[in-house]
């Protein structure tokens, strides 16, 4: 796509969901360092991402995290959310942090656990129900340490009699967006360790039930945008978890290690027609500031990626396509990368001035004082974060 205002409208429509989670304190298993201004409960949590909505214009979704966004009144979050201009997004189970998932939650050997992880998995659907939220995220953890300690294909049939009584109870608007994970916590084997592995449980469930792309979940030097390309192709690309690595699954701010590979993954999605609503492509943030303060990374986080989208709309693809069908390698090679080194930074900034945004989100959050305010009114109580 090469004409400017098509290339501003796709950039004025992109949605990018941010996590709750990104705005508590976090860290490492050496150390969680606490931040002055931390949220404190789900409300204040919604606070904060209404300032990155407010400066960026385009994160108006929450994802929320369960029970780690426990609340007494779903409707009264939602109603708290709808105030602050946002909407409730994904709901993200959490069956990992219970004692009783030591050896696994809906793949446990021990029919009560199953039981109890089904359980709580349905609650969720429950809470997307009084939330209006439309999308399942399922991570789990899942998996197992040494060769022979559980039968690996007896686990597969575990995981998919869960995933089936789950997806019977989806509403019509609902999703279920299955995450995978090629390790951590689970050093053998992980039950849903890679695309193949969702995709195959995705297919067999039905239509509601798509695979969501953590990019940090892979092993090192994987082609990430091969299996975006190829889920787009299917159908099965229900979104991404946007964050960046070195090593592991950092959870880094998306964009921050490799902005190149964010290129080439936004390519194939516009490539592939997922910037389109109807795809139902979700753009979310899944990572964590340890060290940075929070607000701030989130913005950039967004940033990156509307930088990443704003190149991945200039590749010339009329140009592409004849260099690829003319089988001329370094002609092709030459569109993608003129508009991988385009400085997108100008028209972004004119996108946003267009929609009576401030150019610079980064300079729009810190005048709000906002950091100083939580950090002054935020006192006592308990900071949210890792476990709670
Ligand atoms: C997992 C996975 C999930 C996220 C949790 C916090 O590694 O990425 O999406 O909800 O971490
Ligand atoms: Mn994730």
Redesign the pocket.
């Known amino acids: 796509m090469t004409d400017r205002s098509a290339v501003k409208d796709a950039l004025r429509a992109q949605r990018i969901e941010t996590p709750s989670?990104g705005y508590g304190n976090s860290g490492t298993r050496f150390k969680v360092f606490a931040q002055p201004g931390v949220p404190r409960d789900p409300f204040e949590k919604l606070a904060d991402a209404a300032q990155v909505h407010a400066a960026t214009g385009a994160a108006p979704k929450v994802s929320l995290?369960i029970p780690w966004d426990k609340v007494e009144d779903y409707a009264a979050l939602s109603a708290h959310a709808r105030g602050l201009g946002l909407e409730i997004g994904a709901i993200?189970a959490n069956v990992f942090q219970d004692d009783d998932y030591k050896l696994g939650s809906v793949t446990n050997p021990d029919p009560r656990v199953r039981r109890k992880a089904v359980d709580h998995l349905l609650e969720c659907v429950d809470i997307m129900d009084a939330t209006g939220s439309t999308d399942l995220?399922l991570?789990f953890s899942d998996g197992t340490n040494y060769p022979g300690q559980d039968d690996t294909s007896t686990r597969q049939g575990r995981l998919a009699d869960a995933l089936a009584e789950v997806y019977e109870r989806l509403g019509d608007d609902q999703r279920i967006l299955l995450?995978y994970?090629l390790f951590e916590p689970a050093f053998y084997t992980m039950d849903v360790p890679d695309w193949g592995t969702a995709y195959a449980h995705c297919l067999r469930l039905g239509p509601k039930a798509t695979v969501v792309v953590?990019t940090g979940?892979h092993a090192p030097g994987t082609n990430i945008e091969f299996i975006v390309a190829f889920l787009l192709r299917e159908g099965k690309l229900g979104g991404f978890?946007f964050n960046s690595r070195f090593y592991a699954?950092d959870d880094l701010m998306a964009g921050a290690a490799d902005p190149f590979q964010l290129f080439r993954i936004m390519h194939e999605v516009v490539k592939n027609g997922g910037l389109a609503p109807e795809t139902g492509v979700a753009f979310m943030l899944?990572q964590c500031h340890n060290i940075e303060a929070k607000i701030p990374a989130v913005i950039r986080s967004v940033m990156n990626v509307q930088e990443a989208t704003a190149k991945a709309l200039l590749v010339d693809t009329g140009a592409l396509t004849a260099a690829q069908d003319a089988g001329d390698v370094l002609a092709a090679n030459e569109v993608l990368m003129d508009a991988y080194s385009t400085d997108v930074r100008p028209l972004l900034a004119e996108v946003r001035a267009e929609a009576g945004l401030d150019p610079n989100p980064l300079a729009a959050y810190r005048a709000t004082g906002w950091a100083d305010k939580i950090a002054a009114e935020r006192v006592g109580g308990h900071q949210a974060g890792w476990g709670a």
Do not use: T
């Open positions: 989670w995290h993200n995220k991570w995450e994970k953590d979940h978890d699954d899944d």
